[in-house]
């Protein structure tokens, strides 16, 4: 195994540091804490929901609902990482307030836009929590692995036959935007949850539905044999698929392959251990080709278009399941460490943006160019930490189960068929308004094929 070798390094240029840079010692356990502590204060400046008359667990405008989930998540492993559990209350506030008293995770405020996508991000930093051992909620709050169990549970009764032959549709509700679409990133998490919920409960049902899920992938095209990771595919034009690759996509499956090699033996291992190989050395297309070592989202950073906004923290993610990866399959640490430290080195060389002079940008890659390229947000500070904190990795206890180390309450039952309240709010709520409708980002899923097509190019 290897990494692409057409995308290997052409030349690389010797990165100038901008005056004032933080400059990373990947050595330095101090100075890895102090970057991504640089980054992760960044993010929070965002942040306001614990201040009164805010909602906790709610960014302002232009970030989504889902991207707060993804945040906390991401805040966890900060904790868990360094040591530092300054944001742990701010956290704690915000995911019981968005994970609602029933467990599900489906507060009425996002209704109209909530996807599965959406959903499950949250869902994976409940079960991040119960892996990390992130303190457990008050006794008769819904628990972090009931609260996983519950999610899981909801989506798989929403896995659809009837239509391009298996798969999550992308939207829950009929009337939203998106609910013709099945995309790759709502199965990917929903895989991903499956096969987390398979290592810490040990439940075969889990190990069947990852396989059910990664099978429907691979057949319906979303996958390729060489395991490139398409976006999705649309049920009204015969399941034609929309071939644009984005990092997380990438991540979620193969973190998620990680988990499923590291649990399973013999053949099944043998499987696993072909996928993950097979989508590591496909996951060079997101370093870029002239500085191969550097992450990039390939088919926005480089282009006039630019990111948007939910795309600008898809690296985070990624960096977060490739760290994940060199725990749950040590064989890897040696290839993915050395991208990770040269990512989050040339990451924190753009955190010299902004009124504050610390500000991180979006292009890691342009170091030479000019440090800070303009882009800042909560994805950008968002990408910077988790590239930096993943560093931390090596030596860290591996993520708990429910027999070593875990000790959060489960519930296998909840969120079944007669909680699903896709099927009781289509009966509860009235059609939303056109206004409503308009909140939905189909628009983010098309504008980008031209762009798609030049991944496709660099990598054949
Ligand atoms: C924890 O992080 C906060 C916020 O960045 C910082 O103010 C504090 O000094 C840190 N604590 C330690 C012990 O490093
Ligand atoms: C829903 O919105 C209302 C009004 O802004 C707010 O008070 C409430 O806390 C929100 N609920 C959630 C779960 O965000
Ligand atoms: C659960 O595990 C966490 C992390 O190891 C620990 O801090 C906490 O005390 C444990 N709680 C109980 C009730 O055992
Ligand atoms: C739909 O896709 C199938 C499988 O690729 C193909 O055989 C069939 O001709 C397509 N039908 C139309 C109308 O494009
Ligand atoms: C599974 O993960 C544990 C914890 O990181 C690790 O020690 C073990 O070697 C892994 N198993 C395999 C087969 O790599
Ligand atoms: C395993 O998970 C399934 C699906 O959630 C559940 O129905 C079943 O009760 C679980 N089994 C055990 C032993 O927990």
Redesign the pocket.
């Known amino acids: 195994m290897r990494w692409s070798s057409k995308l290997a390094a052409i030349w690389t240029a010797a990165l100038i540091v901008p005056s004032g840079a933080y400059e990373l010692d990947v050595n330095s356990r101090d100075s890895i804490i102090k970057g991504a502590t640089i980054a992760a204060d960044g993010m929070m400046n965002y942040y306001a929901g614990h201040l009164p008359g805010n909602t906790p667990g709610i960014l302002p405008p232009p970030y989504y609902w889902w991207e707060v989930g993804a945040m906390f998540g991401g805040l966890m492993d900060y904790w868990w990482y360094t040591g530092n559990d300054t944001w742990n209350d701010i956290v704690m506030q915000g995911m019981l307030h968005q994970i609602g008293a029933d467990g599900q995770i489906m507060p009425k405020n996002q209704t109209t836009t909530e996807g599965n996508d959406d959903q499950a991000f949250w869902a994976i930093a409940t079960m991040t929590a119960a892996e990390r051992g992130f303190p457990n909620p008050p006794a008769g709050k819904p628990q972090w692995l009931a609260v996983t ?1 519950t999610v ?2 909801l989506q ?1 009764t929403r896995w659809d036959d009837l239509h391009c032959d298996g798969g999550l549709r992308w939207q829950i509700f009929t009337w939203n935007n998106g609910y013709d679409y099945k995309n790759t990133v709502s199965n990917g998490c929903f895989f991903q949850l499956a096969t987390r919920l398979a290592r810490y ?1 040990g ?4 190990v069947e539905w990852a396989n059910k899920v990664w099978d429907w992938t691979a057949a319906s095209g979303l996958i390729s044999d060489d395991y490139r990771f398409y976006d999705g595919l649309d049920i009204r034009s015969n399941c034609t698929i929309n071939h644009n690759q984005w990092s997380y996509n990438a991540g979620l499956y193969l973190g998620g392959a990680a988990a499923m090699y590291n649990i399973s033996t013999g053949a099944e291992q043998e499987k696993w251990k072909k996928r993950l190989d097979g989508i590591l050395w496909m996951s060079g297309v997101f370093f870029h080709p002239e500085q191969a070592d550097i992450m990039y989202e390939a088919i926005c950073e480089p282009y006039p278009r630019g990111c948007n906004t939910d795309q600008k923290s898809f690296k985070a993610y990624f960096s977060r399941w490739l760290a994940l990866t060199t725990q749950l399959a040590p064989y890897t640490a040696e290839i993915i460490m050395p991208k990770l430290r040269t990512s989050a080195k040339a990451a924190l060389r753009t955190c010299v943006g902004g009124t504050d002079g610390i500000t991180c940008g979006l292009k890691w890659y342009k170091g030479d160019w000019g440090a800070w390229d303009g882009n800042f947000g909560v994805g950008e500070q968002m990408a910077v930490m988790e590239v930096t904190q993943g560093l931390l990795i090596p030596g860290m206890p591996a993520p708990f189960t429910e027999t070593k180390g875990g000790n959060s309450t ?1 519930d ?2 909840a969120g ?1 068929a007669g909680d699903n309240p896709q099927l009781n709010a289509i009966v509860d709520l009235s059609q939303p308004t056109a206004g409503q409708k308009a909140g939905a980002a189909f628009a983010t899923l098309t504008v980008l094929s031209m762009t798609g097509y030049m991944v496709y190019y660099m990598v054949t």
């Not at 439940?203 to 889990?206: A, L, R, S």
């Open positions: 169990q899981f549970n798989a409960t439940n075969n049902t889990y489960g296998p039952s079944g």
